[in-house]
C-alpha cells in the first residue's frame, strides 16, 4: 500500500504538475505541498482527494479487514485481556480495584524504564478515574501502545483459573 505522499508523488508525475502549479490551482501553499511530499507532515485522507481533484484525480480508500501479526506471546495476552473486557463493566471495575491497585503497587516495585513506567501511569490513569471505555480499547486494542501497555498489565488474577485455562487453551 503506497503512503498518502507517494500517491501525491504518482499522480503529480503522471499530470506533470509541478508543486508551484498545484499550489496555484488548490490554494494551499507550495511549502505545505513540499512539506507533504517529504513526509514532514502527515496529509489526511481529505487534503489527498482534495489535492488529487485538482489534477482530475480521486482517492478511492479500500477497507478490508486484516488478521493483527502479533507474536504468540502478543496474541496469548490479547486473548486473555479481551476475556477479561467481556466482564469489564463500571460495577466490576469497583470489585476489582483493590486488586488492580494491589497489582500496580506491586508492578512498580519491580519495574523501571520506558515504556514500562509510562504504561504504569497510564494504567493507574485509566482505572483511576474510572474510563471503562478507555480500558476496554486497552484490553481489546491491536495497535502497538495497547499491546505494550498489555505488556505490564495490572489484570492478573481477575480471570477465574479455569476461565484462564480455556482461553489459554483456545489460544494454543
Request: glycine share 6%; proline share 3%.
Amino acid at each position: 500500500m503506497s503512503s498518502r505522499s507517494e500517491v501525491l508523488r504518482q499522480v503529480m508525475l503522471e499530470t506533470s504538475t509541478t508543486q508551484s502549479d498545484l499550489s496555484r490551482v488548490s490554494g494551499i501553499r507550495q511549502s505545505s505541498i513540499s512539506q507533504f511530499l517529504s513526509g514532514k507532515v502527515n496529509l489526511s485522507d481529505e487534503q489527498l482527494d482534495r489535492l488529487l481533484s485538482c489534477m482530475g484525480y480521486r482517492l478511492e480508500v479500500v477497507r478490508r479487514p486484516v488478521v493483527a501479526e502479533l507474536t504468540r506471546s502478543e496474541r496469548r495476552s490479547w486473548r486473555l485481556h479481551r476475556q477479561l473486557s467481556t466482564h469489564l463493566t463500571r460495577s466490576s471495575l469497583e470489585e476489582w480495584r483493590p486488586r488492580i491497585e494491589r497489582n500496580l503497587r506491586r508492578l512498580r516495585e519491580n519495574v523501571s524504564g520506558q515504556p514500562h513506567v509510562r504504561n504504569l501511569d497510564r494504567w493507574q490513569s485509566l482505572v483511576g478515574s474510572g474510563d471503562v471505555p478507555g480500558l476496554h480499547r486497552v484490553l481489546t486494542g491491536l495497535d502497538r501502545d495497547s499491546i505494550e501497555m498489555r505488556e505490564i498489565s495490572p489484570m492478573g488474577g481477575l480471570l477465574s483459573q479455569d476461565e484462564r485455562s480455556d482461553v489459554l487453551r483456545m489460544a494454543g
